[in-house]
C-alpha cells in the first residue's frame, strides 16, 4: 500500500515540513524536484499548488494532501476532510481573507461595490460573497501583487491576511471579512473507503494532531520535599493534573507536568520558592490526547 500524499508548494510548504518533522516524520527536499523524500515506505509525497490540491485530491491523482479551507471552498471540490490543523504560513493560526480599499477610498462597506472593480485570487468565493450581499461587480483574477492593484487597476481586493501588515504597508483598509480559512488534511473518498489507506491516514492524523497539540508547550519535571507538595502544585498551571511519582527517598516525589512555554519564566523562580528543586525544562513534540 502507497499512500498518495500532496505536500503545498509555497507559503505553506515550510511550516508543513516542520509540522510532519514534529509528528515523526522526516521529509527531505530537492530545488529541482517535486517529489520530496519521506522516511516513511507507505508513503510517497508531491509538491503541489495549495489553490490546486483539492482538485487533484478529488480526482483522485492524489489520495490525500493539506490545503486550506479557503481553496477547498473556492474550487468546490467533492474531499473528506479528516483533520482540521489550525497553521498558517507565519503564525500557528488563522488566515483571513478580507474586502480592502484604499485608506482614502469612499468606499466603507460591501455595498458600495456595486458596478465597481475588485481583484482577487479567490474569484469564486468573491463572486458568491457579492451575490449573498446583492451586489453586482466585476471581480478580476489577480496574478499576484493584489495588493498594488487599488486604486488604479482595481476599486478593491479580496486579499488574504495573518496578521494585517501587508495592507497597512500598501495604505489599505480592511472593510469586511469574507471567509477565514485553516490548513485541512483531505482524501479521495475512495482512499478513505480503501482500508488500509484509510488506517494510514488516521495514523497520521493523530500524529499531525499531537504535534498541533504540543506547539508552545514544555514538559517540566522537578523534585519536591513531600511537606512542600502543596504549595508546589499551588504555583503550578498545567494541561492535566501533574503526574506524580515516588522516590527511592521516602521524604521526596517527583512531579512532571507540561505547561505553556510563555509561562516558563514566570514559573520556575516561584516553584524553586515553593521548595521544587532539580527542576529540568524539555521540548515537546507531540502531545496524544
Not at 505536500?7 to 527536499?29: Q, V
Not at 466603507?108 to 479567490?122: C, F, K, M
Not at 527517598?249 to 507540561?258: P, Q, R
Request: proline residues 4%; hydrophobic residues 40%.
Amino acid at each position: 500500500m502507497i499512500l498518495k500524499l500532496g505536500i503545498p508548494k509555497g507559503s505553506l510548504e515550510d511550516a508543513t515540513i516542520e509540522l510532519f518533522r514534529r509528528a515523526g516524520y522526516h521529509i527531505t527536499r530537492s530545488s529541482r524536484s517535486y517529489y520530496p523524500a519521506i522516511d516513511d515506505p507507505e508513503i510517497e509525497c508531491m509538491l503541489i499548488r495549495a489553490q490546486e490540491m483539492a482538485r487533484y485530491v478529488e480526482d483522485g491523482i492524489l489520495d490525500a494532501g493539506l490545503t486550506g479551507a479557503d481553496w477547498i471552498n473556492e474550487t468546490e471540490a467533492h474531499v473528506e476532510e479528516v483533520a482540521e490543523l489550525v497553521y498558517a504560513k507565519q503564525s500557528f493560526g488563522k488566515v483571513r481573507w478580507v474586502l480592502a480599499v484604499p485608506n482614502g477610498s469612499p468606499i466603507e462597506s460591501v455595498g458600495d461595490l456595486e458596478g465597481r472593480i475588485v481583484a482577487t485570487e479567490l474569484v469564486h468565493t468573491t463572486e458568491r460573497y457579492l451575490k449573498a450581499h446583492g451586489v453586482t461587480a466585476r471581480v478580476e483574477f489577480s496574478w499576484g501583487a493584489t495588493e498594488v492593484k487599488p486604486p488604479d487597476l482595481a476599486d478593491a481586493i479580496v486579499e488574504a491576511t495573518e496578521t494585517g501588515t501587508s495592507l497597512r504597508a500598501n495604505k489599505l483598509r480592511i472593510v469586511d471579512v469574507v471567509l477565514e480559512s485553516t490548513t485541512r488534511l483531505i482524501a479521495n473518498p475512495r482512499a478513505c473507503r480503501d482500508g488500509a489507506k484509510h488506517q494510514k491516514l488516521q495514523d497520521i492524523r493523530l500524529l499531525l494532531e499531537g504535534a498541533m497539540n504540543a506547539l508552545d508547550k514544555v514538559g517540566l519535571m522537578m523534585n519536591v520535599r513531600r511537606h512542600d507538595l502543596d504549595r508546589v502544585l499551588g504555583a503550578l498551571p498545567a494541561l492535566r493534573r501533574p503526574t506524580i511519582s515516588h522516590l527511592s527517598d521516602e521524604e521526596w516525589v517527583a512531579v512532571n507536568t507540561i505547561i505553556d512555554e510563555s509561562v516558563v519564566r514566570h514559573i520556575i523562580p516561584a516553584l524553586k520558592k515553593a521548595g521544587a528543586e532539580g527542576l529540568v525544562e524539555y521540548p515537546l513534540n507531540k502531545i496524544v490526547m
